[in-house]
């Protein structure tokens, strides 16, 4: 298969595991005799920098005609602390989900085996956890109007949804919900927000078409919540984008780190992969960033391409590397400090030779 | 001292436990001789029963002649899932907060030593955490115009702020973290929302008058990771309605149970005591409903009329129930069944003889 996959780095340690990420697709695309070529372009702070616009026109170009985004990171501290900055590393990500109509932000929570004691909950909490969170990505209150009056004293957003915007991601998370444990659970706020109430309107009106799947609903505080003390009742969660922000950041704390978390952000005509993790400006050129949520993020890509085989032989490459303890310091106890190339490097030796990988 | 005290026992469990909760407040009223007068009335899904009303003229009218409120719990498992329900309990609420201006919403949340156990957070995660979080109650996206159109296919919230209504609760929370750890994180979404920014730059302002606070800034995605992963990190959070309702309830996890977590919610003429959990009707009625967070709630109302001594008894009485496991059974493992009745009759004895109750 040849595929054009356009690469955004972005910010902090997002080159850092973008290139594992890379590197890990060039392995496979050798080993299956893939042909994928890679258009690496500016976005966020970086692309300030350089070009004062964290969404570059050259970067929308670049995207619209890849088959495939594989995005890093994006933010910068001194943003993050100033609210008065009137272009914003984060606005780059945000345009790119919404130009493309990048509307299902699908992210797999998994409890390792390896990596039940890493987490901050206890080991029999966890243990065979496995939710898929399907984040709306293009909507709600991230991209209703917002205002801040002239005198600076009021400021608002507004959250709003159309039937339309629910039903299609509706439709992937039920369909999702078919090929998994057939339970989907709507997470909203319908007690108190009417754009909530619409999505359990039309979730409950599409629900019929889905007779094997057994819909349930929960307000987001009481999810917040639930997703703690009993993660195994949850398989497929559908929820609105702010909803889905939270829940899924906080969800990486069933995993051990949030160095492990990926994702899919999928339209009807692009796709793009991004590890749920941020720009972490700190950790930067340190070596110790974990590459893992990228190259997982990679796993999802070749999977959305039908390559399954392929998608696979990643994920066994990263079960070893984390069965091996060859792992960044957000996991490690047992070695000193292998870097976020060294966890590359063995990923792509176990491609070239499954059999052979070892500790070495 | 004379104090007229509102009762709104609601719906669900609510009943059960606030009988606690005026029990004990009646047993510190004989030992330290004040007059505690007891005025019920109606609110919730109880209310629209007898009212059609889930706020029915007398009980603002009760609640606006009393000193305090001591409020229940309000929702109907019925109204939860329906999002066609033209009234619903929660605006019983909703509403009260909103017309007694009940702005700050405090939500203290500490893990006790004989329950750090009880948590789904490993025991080494939790100890010694004790924050208390700052919630603004009577703005954003709760009380924003709501809309839904004609044809029905789409529908909003507006999340709104003044910085009025940001500044009132803000030296609040300063003042609360001037007589605790000195600490004070603001959680907000300033990267994506413009409400947040206002809460940044009003908050940024205001931190000069308390330089004994140290001010730090986290989004709400990353808040709620880092709530589980370093809660000790924490002394006071300072968030808006939404984002707070939902860190409050996911901070529970830490305390080990829901049916622990107080709360006061508190405007500049009036006041209001409530356990932060909900009405449970599925609980209601069998005696299992833990009474903790209700008499906790009464503990914060003593304190709040500066009955610190009164207040510190109540919480010896909680503290030794839970040291002797007479609690029930979201907590207990080790006695049958202690009811909810049984919890509070034990701290009314504790009240009435602090130094000889013990199991019986
Ligand atoms: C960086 C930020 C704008 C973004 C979001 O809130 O969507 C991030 O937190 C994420 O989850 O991808
Ligand atoms: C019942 C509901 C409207 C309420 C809220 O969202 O504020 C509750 O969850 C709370 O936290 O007090």
Request: include cysteine; aromatic fraction near 6%; charged fraction near 25%.
């Amino acid at each position: 298969m040849k595929l054009n996959i356009a690469v955004l780095p972005g910010d902090g340690i997002g080159p850092e595991v973008t290139a594992q990420a890379v590197k890990v697709l060039k392995a496979i695309a050798i080993e299956f005799n893939h042909v994928f070529i890679f258009h690496e372009a500016l976005v966020g702070a970086s692309a300030m920098v350089k070009t004062g616009d964290p969404l570059p026109e050259e970067t929308i170009a670049i995207c619209e005609n890849a088959d495939a985004i594989l995005f890093g990171a994006i933010g910068n501290t001194a943003y993050d602390i100033d609210p008065n900055a009137k272009v914003r590393p984060e606005q780059g990500l945000l345009r790119l989900r919404k130009s493309l109509d990048l509307y299902a932000n699908i992210r797999p929570v998994i409890a390792y085996e390896d990596l039940l004691t890493k987490s901050s909950l206890k080991k029999s909490q966890i243990k065979d956890t496995n939710i898929v969170i399907y984040r709306e990505l293009t909507g709600g209150i991230y991209f209703g109007e917002k205002k801040l009056s002239e005198d600076g004293n009021n400021a608002s957003d507004i959250c709003e949804y159309s039937r339309f915007e629910i039903e299609r991601i509706a439709h992937l998370a039920f369909k999702a919900a078919q090929t998994r444990k057939g339970k989907l659970t709507l997470v909203d706020k319908a007690n108190v927000l009417e754009s909530s109430r619409l999505w359990r309107r039309v979730v409950q009106e599409i629900a019929p078409k889905y007779p094997d799947v057994e819909l349930n609903y929960q307000f987001i505080d009481n999810a917040a919540m639930e997703l703690i003390i009993n993660p195994r009742q949850f398989d497929v969660i559908l929820t609105e984008n702010m909803f889905g922000d939270i829940l899924s950041e906080e969800a990486s704390v069933i995993v051990g780190s949030i160095g492990l978390l990926a994702s899919a952000s999928l339209g009807d005509k692009h796709a793009m992969f991004e590890p749920i993790h941020g720009a972490y400006t700190k950790a930067a050129n340190k070596g110790i960033a974990n590459p893992i949520a990228s190259i997982l993020s990679a796993a999802m890509l070749l999977e959305h391409f039908g390559l399954d085989d392929e998608a696979d032989l990643v994920r066994e490459g990263v079960d070893k590397s984390l069965k091996l303890h060859i792992t960044t310091p957000d996991l490690n106890t047992k070695y000193d400090h292998v870097t976020t190339t060294k966890v590359g490097d063995f990923i792509e030796d176990f491609i070239n030779n499954p059999d052979e990988t070892n500790l070495n």
